[in-house]
């Protein structure tokens, strides 16, 4: 902001205290009130099962890079949900739109809403873009991108972004989809391939009972990948077998990997206990599968959180009694003082947390 | 109820159903327990869009009323415009304060997640800090409603609203007293948590109370700054008109704010409590103690709003997270219940209701007249 508006921008807190001035300027436009917040300018139907949506932030959005996700917020049934979303458009700057493309899980509460309802003109909260999942800068290597389903979002946004850069690169593509008509992107994976010369392979595992990934299959296809910088995203399933085959190559420093959902194993079930909640004195009980975040919400509070699957260390909680479970992993364990992820960790009998 | 101090289960029963002035036995008062947290599951599992809009609605209705009440006072040399201006904005500051400030401090919208509407940052336009409210009225006034000498709100420490607070020639002048905190209602309120007559006994420590203090003078600073200051110095030439309007709209919040929260605790019919009363009390016999120490407003939609449905000060008391709009809705079941049960329902108009209030501030000003009838458990 210029030195200029600062003061104005001052008298204006003054005048509306208790509240904020954007309080009152959301009643002209709601992209003016508090917050990052973006408008869906357009939703176009991918898919099926999948939409992408046009997204205009207002003037707090910083940009995102191609392959970064954005964490939206949407009010369904009066409720708020966070959920994060890959980035399918390009690079955006400050002033740009940017799009994601959303498909709907089963299960999925908020990406199958979005599915059905998602609407131009609607508002969303957003947060701004993070991840490090994106290309590196300077001079290209040459890349592989292994992909899979809707693991694809965050690799569309590269593409779009090596070629609307015009920055040179050698690229190998390698995507599994089950069918045809659950294909995302397929035109214009087609197209960006033939206009900038890169090889883009597409295995449709149920309808042609092609091959999911494997060791052979790659040497196959991709000769010199262990030559190029790879990305990874898709189901836990090709994730663990890719990063297996780099493990074993010694590779994984030239493998970035993006989990496009909470990679939560299914634990053997174990107990939850009462969750209490230290500074705010609410407590709840607790099932031993249920993020402890989740239950600290539906207790009516709300902590500061990020990714909800357990990278972004957002959401950290100091541990006052009691032992969690790590729903990734299985683990249980916890000591007081312990600084724990509440996206991804359940009670493990009675918790007490210093929220 | 503690299972450690291991008393005799039918002994205590006996004790709870004595203390209470109800004629119900313990598997009745565990029974309408039951069924009023029931209604009260009911409703919160059907909270959804439909509530939400409400709430936004609301909020933007009265961010429009308090820009056209500022705006029109700008006007205010002209009279239709002062006086226009005043009353919307005194309607503006009541809304925020009563059917929003209010309710969305006591965690009523907090289910919807969203941070602009949520108890742990809600900030109203009053001189009390909202965390030193929601010490003082969401938890000592809300889990000690009406026992005396537990919950600070009966008499505000100032006044003498029970037979059983001890009298003191000090509250002769009670009618006056009474009169100023109407008057200066607001800042009875920010006040109320500081407990000056526990630093005097000297229960609380001056420091503490110096802190509260300090918290308070920075959002009072805040508060007059606004409406006494920028805003009359922003009209210019017409600073007094609008000066004036500001200080009527906050008078007439103040004043009504007062006969609400008055109407909602002290008419005749409510019961008080002693701290013996509660003793071991279980949800049920809390639930009860609820409705018997709390009274309704009769009244149309309109009353209900502008009094922030604390005209269901009997629903809000039971169930005090509800959202506001779903009061009316959960008044007919809980008239209904308490039908079943024999219990009484204090629900009369305003006029009523506030006309036993006045009654008993002057009343219990002079000392009890002859001893109450004293209550079986006394």
Known sequence: MTSVLRPLTRFGHWLATPLLPESYLELIDPLLGAGLRGRIEQVVRESEDAVSLEIRPNSRWQGARAGQYVRLGVDIDGVRHWRCYSVSSGDAGRDDSFTVTVRAIDGGHVSTWLNHYARAGMVLMLDQAAGEFVLPSGELPKLLFITAGSGITPVMGMLRSLAATGREADVVHLHYSPDEASNLFAGDRRGLALAHGWTSLTRLTRSHGDQHFCADQLQALCPDWRDRLAYVCGPQALMDAVSAHWDSADLVARLKQENFRPALKTVAAGAGGEVRFWHSGRAAEAAGDKPLLEVAEQAGLLPKHGCRMGICQGCLVTLKEGQVRDLTTGEIFGEAGDMVRICVCAAAGNVTLDL | ?????????????????????????????????????????????????????????????????????????????????????????????????????????????????????????????????????QHSHNYMHHKWTNVVG????????????????????????????????????????????????????????????????????????????????????????????????????????????????????????????????????????????????????????????????????????????????????????????????????????????FGSVLAKVMRLSLPNRAPKQAMVSA
């Not at chain 2, 609380?204 to 006494?228: M, N, P, T």
Request: aromatic share 10%; charged share 25%.
């Open chain 2, 1 to 133: 109820m503690t299972a450690s101090l291991n008393l005799d289960k039918k002994m205590l029963a006996a004790a709870r159903a004595r203390r209470l002035p109800v004629d119900l036995t313990d598997e009745q008062v565990q029974q309408f327990g039951a069924e009023i947290e029931a209604l009260r599951k009911r409703i919160m599992d059907s909270l959804g869009e439909k509530d939400a809009r409400y709430i936004r609605r609301m909020i933007k209705t009265q961010r429009y009323l308090e820009i056209g009440g500022r705006g029109l006072l700008f006007a205010g040399i002209l009279p239709p415009a002062w006086l226009a201006g005043t009353a919307m904005l005194g309607v503006a500051k009541i809304l925020e304060n009563m059917e929003i400030g209010h309710n969305v401090i006591h965690g009523q919208w907090d289910w919807m997640r969203d941070p602009e509407i949520h108890s742990s940052k809600w900030e109203w336009d009053n001189v009390c800090p909202s965390d030193q409210w």
């Open chain 2, 150 to 353: 537990m919950d600070r709100d009966v008499g505000y420490g100032i006044l003498r609203m029970s037979e059983r607070q001890p009298w003191h020639p000090a509250y002769l002048a009670q009618p006056v007293t009474n009169a100023l905190l109407a008057t200066f209602f607001q800042w009875g309120v920010a006040l109320h948590d500081v407990e000056f007559e526990r630093v005097l006994k000297g229960e609380k420590s001056f420091r503490e109370a110096w802190g509260q203090l300090k918290h308070i003078g920075k959002k009072v600073r805040k508060q007059v700054i606004k409406d006494y200051v920028l805003f009359p110095l922003l009209a210019g030439p017409f600073f007094l008109p609008v000066l004036a309007g500001n200080i009527t709209a906050n008078l007439i919040r103040n004043l009504w704010a007062y006969m609400i929260i008055f109407c909602g605790h002290f008419p005749d019919g409510v019961e008080d409590f002693l701290p013996e009363d509660i003793e071991n009390e279980d949800k049920a016999h809390w639930y009860l103690r609820q409705l018997l120490g709390s009274a309704n407003i009769e009244g149309g939609p309109l009353m209900h709003i502008m009094s922030g449905n604390l005209s269901h000060q009997m629903e809000h008391h039971l169930f005090p997270d509800m959202p506001s709009n779903r009061y009316a809705e959960a008044a007919k079941e809980v008239r209904a219940i308490c039908q079943k049960y024999g219990l009484p329902y204090n629900s009369k108009p305003l006029h009523r209701q």
